[in-house]
């Protein structure tokens, strides 16, 4: 342990290099860019400065393009928040309180709580990296196909029953996801399903098409027909919003400091950011005191997704480097690079590349230090742009989407579907369908699935491989109470209304 | 007189192809505007990895006078990225790379292309396989893990792979078909996780490229059995112990006659010219004397042949029809 | 969202009906194309369809359901008034068109289009701001997606005219 603390203060050494101070600014300056659009998501924005990086050294290179991945996490809530457009899969549970703050005039608070919030996330998560790496490295090699389904049936048990809509239609919403993402190849069978023999098809309905229309272009529908404006244009700018913000912020360390658990754990057992996000989401919203209020604008929803989101995003660097398997589609992509540097993540790395590696981890704590420095002096500024008037910001919105649906899969149909999915969502909404499982279903659906196919072949077909050991029996035990959760409380709150008869 | 002479120049481009590919490369063509890079596989996989590599090395060295622009399609596996190449008629700044899914994914899916839809480039170079498993087994040899494979009722050992029907359960059918047992086949999405799984015990053995299991065989997590190819590998570099991978056995010498390489090719939308194909495989026998492209050689092991024209075209034939003998003993061909 | 106003309108009844009957088609789809790939349980687990097919069940199941409910609503109930609608056709409509017009004319052209139709026709801005608004910002994606990060987008005959 003292090791690793000579070694980090080494690693300072190494990325508090002016030259590599810079390559942080101009990474996280690429990567809030990069998040802002929809579509061009951290992972696609690694891959296109990949090649550029060739000719720096292996520790300056990533510290480029880690600082662009930080820059993306940070630069995906500002579209959220503003305009119900999630630039990142896991913004999607921060629209949710987000946007009705911004709606509502708090657009500058919502932005600081979010800001703030991925700083603490990926503050922790780097910690937990720097004291306990080569620990939590084992523990992700115990995740087999079974485990993995157990964090994802954990996560959805933790989300659903959430809604105060009718079931049947919650039902159905969560349904439509699930049928949109089985759609295409079936990897485990390697057959084409649902897709009719059309071509458009083969690659299924990727999610950010489906939300960047749900949300973003119904969010557009929405308000053209509540009148031609933005709520929020009454929005005062005030640069003091940050200091206001981060007074009211250390009412919520607690859940701040679940999320950031449950961001390191779903980091590392490689299920991602974005289950991470949406599970923070439902948790908080059953603890809190302002669960009821959760939906219509209440920081504490804000800040439970962005800081498990974070750490999550931040873990999963550490699968990546001690075992070479990646966390996220954009360590994937890092992963590549390391390989091009001469490095080979795996269990060596620690030992032969310490230098390159602790290095990193230092550009961690540096560069999420001054991407909160970089993005919060842009608070008043992204603010603002509420205050441009809705018949110029709509068009250039809708603009936005186009090339958002467009890049993700460089295809024009996706841009078509995305229409749809408009429409689509503002008919669901304006009929009381909850929109959120729906996301939900399409974002995890497929490795759901998969993971639960791929655990019954192990079995030779015997569910009982999910009560196969204690690790995979006590996560799908913890997932069954969470679903069962609102009735337990019922109960709960049942037994407690006759023992005291007031 | 100059409109006539440009007319009589098409004239005889069109008229002359089989003339013209007589001709030695004399690279006349050049690409006026990005090249795209059609990549029919997800972001972080092996084909990925190559054509980001590519991408480095031509723009470091400046081989092209327009930029290389990798893009990913991948959706059914990889159908999405060859359909597009081929409907993308006679436009020659755009270029794919392959794996094995050019001839298992028209086969698996039904989905409507074939090789020779489109213009074949150049082979850059054929992926190996290796028989890995977990280095806590008691088994250090090929024969001592077939004789317990052999031993065991059918289904008893798992093997993980990326993909389903394609060339890794492809190869699990053929070793299946040798020791006359069955395994499970459990797919992943990527390499880098089944060798993971690998390591964690999840799955028993696996048919990982040397680059997907590289790191984890340095790091004495896993252990290599023996190699699907006629002959040993040529790299002598330590990497484990006294170990290289030229120490590793054929599985042939092992008793398990299987033999499988992996296709990692260049190829161009139909209808594009000889000389504008001539270009591109200028540009990559260029590539191949960077010392960026001999690193990656060398780390994952690959079999560096180099075929472009008619040998191309050739081995091509000849790789199809064994996949779809393959395939069709497997059982794997859309429809059955 | 209240519907206090009096107004004539699509009925709320209307609109619930029929979005339960577009599941229930969607549901429809989903089981057949489950029943084109297999919907059993093969030797090692389920078949490609097997999920599908429960899934498209239950959205069938569940679409029916809402159906019954739907019929039951109060009838007076306004989804919203045919002023309010007409307001979402004015996006929707250019915004259809717009998307379109992109696989034939690129993503360029459209959005300059869009941005200044929009502009002068709904915002009522002038011309030399609407101009500045719809060629600046296609510009300004022309510059950092296709020159920064190398990421080409659909372009039509203009483009290639041009020369970009």
Redesign the interface.
């Known amino acids: 342990m003292l090791d690793n603390f000579i070694n980090l203060y080494h690693g300072f050494y190494i990325a508090g290099d002016p030259f590599n101070i810079l390559l942080m600014v101009i990474g996280i300056l690429l990567g809030v860019i990069i998040g802002v659009l929809p579509g061009l998501g951290g992972?696609n924005g690694v891959?296109i400065l990949?090649?550029?990086t060739?000719?720096m050294s292996p520790t300056s290179a990533i510290i480029l393009l880690t600082c662009i991945y930080w820059g993306a996490l940070f630069g995906g809530a500002i579209t959220s928040v503003l305009f119900n457009i999630p630039g990142e899969p896991w913004s999607v549970a921060t629209t949710f309180d987000g946007h009705p703050m911004a709606r509502s005039g708090r657009a500058g608070e919502a932005l600081t709580a979010a800001f703030t919030s991925s700083f603490v996330g990926a503050f922790f998560a780097i910690v937990m990296i720097t004291m306990i790496a080569p620990l939590v490295a084992q523990f992700a090699?115990?995740?087999?196909?079974a485990e993995k389904f157990a964090v994802y049936f954990l996560a959805f048990a933790s989300f659903v029953g959430m809604s105060k809509e009718a079931p049947a239609k919650t039902i159905v919403s969560m349904m439509i996801g699930f049928a949109l993402a089985a759609v295409?190849?079936?990897?485990?069978?390697?057959?084409?399903r649902l897709?009719f023999g059309i071509?458009e098809l083969?690659?299924?309905f990727d999610f950010l098409i489906a939300v960047i229309g749900l949300f973003g272009i119904g969010e557009i529908l929405l308000t053209m027909e509540e009148g031609l404006e933005f709520r929020g244009k009454a929005a005062k700018i005030d640069p003091k919003v940050v200091w206001k913000t981060w007074k009211t912020l250390p009412r919520y360390w607690m859940t701040s400091l679940r999320s950031c658990i449950i961001g390191c754990w779903m980091g590392i057992t490689p299920a991602g950011a974005t289950p991470a996000s949406f599970m923070a989401y439902g948790i908080a919203k059953r603890v809190s005191k302002n669960g009821k209020n959760f939906g219509n604008g209440e920081i504490e929803g804000v800040v439970a997704p962005e800081t498990a989101a974070h750490a999550a995003g931040t873990a999963a660097m550490l699968p990546m480097l001690a075992?070479?398997?990646?966390g996220s589609?954009t360590a994937?992509?890092l992963?590549?690079g390391l390989?091009?540097w001469?490095l080979?993540?795996?269990?060596?790395?620690f030992v032969e590349q310490a230098e390159f590696v602790w290095g990193l981890i230092a550009s961690m704590y540096l560069g999420n230090i001054v991407g909160l420095i970089l993005v919060l002096t842009t608070v008043p500024l992204f603010a603002s742009i509420l205050r441009i008037p809705f018949s110029i910001i709509a068009p250039v919105i809708l603009v936005i989407c186009a090339i958002g649906a467009y890049t993700v899969?460089?295809?024009v149909f996706d841009v078509l579907m995305m229409m749809v999915f408009g429409v689509l969502g503002y008919l669901l909404k304006k009929t009381n369908y909850p929109l959120a499982p729906l996301v939900l279903a399409i974002v995890l659906g497929d490795s759901a699935e998969?993971a639960f196919r791929?655990s019954l072949?192990?079995s030779?077909g015997s569910l009982a491989i999910f009560w196969s050991n204690p690790l995979v029996s006590s996560i799908m035990g913890i997932g069954i109470v969470a679903g069962l959760w609102p009735l337990i409380a019922h109960l709960f709150s049942k037994l407690r209304v006759t023992a005291q008869p007031a | 007189m100059k409109h006539f002479h440009a007319l009589g120049l098409g004239a005889v481009t069109a008229l002359g192809m089989t003339a013209l590919s007589m001709l030695p490369a004399s690279a006349a063509w050049q690409p006026n505007k990005?090249v795209?890079f059609i990549v029919p596989a997800?972001?972080?996989g092996g084909a990925?990895?190559m054509a980001?590599?590519l991408?480095?090395i031509i723009?470091?060295h400046d081989l092209m006078p327009t930029?290389l622009?990798?893009?990913n399609?991948?959706?059914?596996?990889g159908?999405?990225g060859f359909?597009d190449v081929k409907s993308s008629k006679g436009n020659p700044h755009k270029i794919v790379i392959t794996l094995s899914n050019l001839f298992t994914t028209p086969l698996?899916?039904?989905?409507p292309f074939n090789w020779k839809e489109l213009t074949p480039v150049a082979m850059l170079a054929l992926d190996e396989f290796v028989l890995w498993v977990n280095a806590q087994e008691p088994y250090k040899t090929a024969q001592e893990y077939e004789a317990a494979i052999k031993a065991a009722p059918d289904?008893t050992f798992?093997m993980g792979g990326t993909?389903?029907?394609?060339e890794d359960?492809i190869i699990t059918v053929a070793v299946e078909k040798a020791l006359g047992k069955k395994l499970?086949?459990?797919?992943?999405?990527?390499g880098?996780?089944v060798?993971?799984?690998l390591?964690?015990?999840?799955?028993n053995s696996t048919v990982n490229n040397p680059?997907e299991a590289?790191?984890?065989w340095?790091?004495?997590?896993v252990r290599p059995l023996c190699v699907f190819d006629s002959k040993q590998l040529p790299y002598t570099d330590k990497i484990q112990g006294d170990l290289s991978w030229s120490s590793i056995p054929t599985c042939k010498s092992a008793g398990l006659d299987v033999e499988y390489l992996m296709l990692r090719g260049i190829f161009m939308p139909p209808g594009v010219s000889e000389e504008q194909v001539a270009y591109f495989v200028d540009l990559f026998k260029k590539v191949r004397e960077t010392p960026?492209w001999q690193?990656?050689m060398k780390?994952g092991a690959f079999n560096q042949t180099f075929m472009a024209g008619d040998e191309f075209k050739a081995w091509l034939d000849g790789a199809e029809k064994n996949h779809k003998g393959l395939m069709q003993e497997a059982g794997?061909i859309?429809g059955n | 969202m209240e519907q206090a106003h009096q107004g004539a309108g699509p009925k709320q009844r209307a609109v619930e009906v029929g979005t339960a009957l577009l599941t229930l088609l969607f549901g429809f789809v989903v089981l057949y194309g489950s029943y084109l790939v297999g919907v059993g349980w093969g030797s090692?687990g389920p078949q490609a369809g097997f999920f599908p097919f429960y899934i498209g069940l239950a959205i069938a199941g569940c679409s029916v359901i809402n159906l019954l409910q739907a019929l039951r609503e109060d009838g007076d109930a306004l989804f919203a008034e045919w002023g309010q609608l007409g307001q979402v056709l004015k996006v929707l409509i250019p915004a259809c068109i717009y998307v379109a017009l992109v696989p034939f004319l690129g993503i360029y052209l459209p959005s300059v289009l869009l941005i200044v139709v929009f502009m002068t026709w709904l915002g009522k801005y002038g011309w030399p701001l609407s101009l500045a608004v719809g060629f600046g910002v296609p510009a300004f994606f022309y510059m950092t997606l296709e020159r920064w990060f190398?990421?080409?987008l659909p372009k039509g005959p203009i483009e290639a005219m041009l020369g970009l």
């Open positions: 992972a891959a990949l090649p550029l060739f000719s090699l115990q995740f087999g196909p295409g190849l079936d990897m485990v069978t390697g057959q084409l897709t071509t083969l690659n299924g075992l070479g398997v990646p589609p994937a992509v992963l590549g390989l091009i001469g080979q993540p795996g269990p060596m790395l899969n460089n295809n998969e791929q072949l192990a030779g | 990005p795209e997800g972001t972080g990925d990895q980001r590599t991408q480095g723009a470091k930029q622009v990798v893009i399609k991948s959706g059914g596996a159908g999405e359909l698996a899916t039904g989905i289904n798992k993909g389903s029907k394609q359960q499970t086949y459990i797919p992943y999405k990527g880098g996780e060798a993971v799984q390591v964690g015990g999840h799955i680059i590289v790191s984890q340095r790091g004495d997590k960026e690193q990656l780390d794997f859309a | 090692d190398l990421i080409p």
